[in-house]
């Protein structure tokens, strides 16, 4: 072979050796990004309810049928409006009794007060006319038992015969005391007609409760009653949302209660209407955890409630928990140890070779978490498996674009943090 020919297989032969010991020596590559300062928001996300502030159900206190239902669900009404009547026939009778004995004691007290008395006094006349003759009687009769022209008999027949007139008065005194104002008879007569009109009282309002009205201006939900039914006390004929505010009502759940504060602003979407988002706000929390489904009742105002809302209608609810208008943020796989600790370890590429460095940290979401000490901007972090430190490294920054795209932009990793929030 020509000497021109084996120097030149020589010196491809120690290029290709070069080569591959350079690719075999080169650092490996590791997925990254570039720190940067950028908004970072928290949300929670949940279901909710719509409701009224106050909701009742409308029933009956009589058992009784049912005979006009005037009503249908989705009516508005206002307070006093009858909404179901039931039958009345045997309570108006009733009612008519009992009017009929008070007009009966009310006549029986007016007689004692007028023709009663005027009886009463003449009793008591006469039994005083009658007295004094019996008196005057006796009287005579003694004269002439004295002079011996009757009898001893004669004059105690006189003498039971005042004893008579005597007693008679006194009935006819105790009478007339029990017939004055403060009198026995009076007071009974009068305590009869109070139990008369009492027993009327208790009759219309029984009769009253045969009209079942609404309580308040509201609007029917359901209607749970038709004509001809038999009711008993205690079962709901009608569902009322009374009138006033809407307000939205969620079950969330305890773990989040660190989360969610009174006053913090809401976006709401209603699930038949999507593309009609409106806001709210946060108006209270409940003081108890339903324990069995580990849960806290969350009530939202909206701020301008829509037309379309309806009663149980079901809402998606985005509850903005936190901001930071300018925060060093990195994605929670980028931290080394306990997630839920103030302080981790992340990793970075400085200068060609692995630096682990420790870090504390502030806000955090489900995808990324704010560094608050321990970063600069333009550091760059290392998001892949963990590396020894000091160990070299080629950082590979299109881990952040595919980050970004994955979200729709194609930005810097500031830019794909931004919207990594956290649910």
Do not use: C, H
Not at 358 to 371: C, M, Q
Request: proline content about 4%; glycine content about 6%; charged content about 20%.
């Amino acid at each position: 072979m020509p000497r021109k020919s084996t120097l030149q297989i020589a010196a491809i032969a120690a290029l290709a050796a070069a080569a591959l010991a350079w690719w075999l020596g080169r650092p490996a590559a590791a997925p990254a990004l570039t720190v940067q300062s950028a908004p970072l928001l928290r949300t929670l996300q949940f279901s909710a309810r719509v409701a009224t502030a106050s909701r009742v159900d409308v029933g009956s206190t009589l058992t009784g049928r049912v005979v006009e239902v005037a009503v249908d669900e989705g009516a508005r009404v206002r307070q006093g409006d009858m909404l179901v009547r039931l039958e009345s026939d045997e309570l108006r009778a009733a009612l008519a009794q009992a009017q009929a004995s008070e007009r009966q004691a009310a006549a029986r007290l007016a007689g004692l007060r007028s023709t009663g008395r005027s009886t009463v006094q003449a009793a008591v006349a006469q039994a005083e006319s009658v007295l004094a003759a019996a008196q005057a009687e006796l009287r005579r009769t003694q004269d002439l038992l004295a002079k011996g022209f009757v009898s001893p008999a004669r004059l105690d027949e006189t003498q039971r015969v005042v004893a008579v007139a005597e007693a008679q008065l006194a009935s006819a005194r105790a009478q007339g005391e029990a017939n004055a104002d403060a009198g026995t008879d009076v007071l009974q007569a009068e305590a009869q007609l109070a139990l008369a009109r009492s027993a009327t009282a208790a009759a219309e309002a029984r009769l009253a409760q045969t009209r079942i009205a609404a309580p308040a201006d509201a609007r029917v939900l359901s209607r749970l009653v038709e004509p001809g039914q038999i009711v008993q006390p205690g079962r709901a004929l009608m569902s009322l949302a009374l009138a006033g505010s809407l307000q939205l009502e969620a079950q969330v759940d305890e773990r989040y209660l660190e989360q969610l504060q009174v006053g913090q602003i809401a976006t709401v979407v209603a699930d038949a209407f999507p593309g009609q988002r409106f806001a709210a706000s946060v108006r209270s929390i409940a003081p108890l955890v339903d324990a069995q489904r580990g849960a806290i009742e969350v009530k939202l105002t909206p701020q301008q409630a829509p037309g379309f809302l309806r009663e149980d209608m079901t809402l998606s609810v985005e509850v903005e928990t936190a901001r930071r208008e300018r925060a060093l943020s990195v994605p929670v796989a980028a931290l080394r140890g306990d997630p839920d600790a103030t302080s981790a370890t992340v990793l970075l590429a400085r200068d060609g070779r692995v630096e682990a460095r420790t870090v504390r940290l502030g806000l955090r979401t489900l995808d990324a978490a704010e560094v608050r000490d321990g970063l600069a901007e333009g550091d760059t972090v290392l998001l892949g498996p963990p590396l020894a430190p000091g160990s070299r490294v080629r950082a590979d920054t299109s881990a952040a674009a595919v980050l970004g795209a994955s979200k729709g932009q194609a930005g810097d990793a500031g830019t794909a943090l931004t919207n990594a929030m956290g649910r």
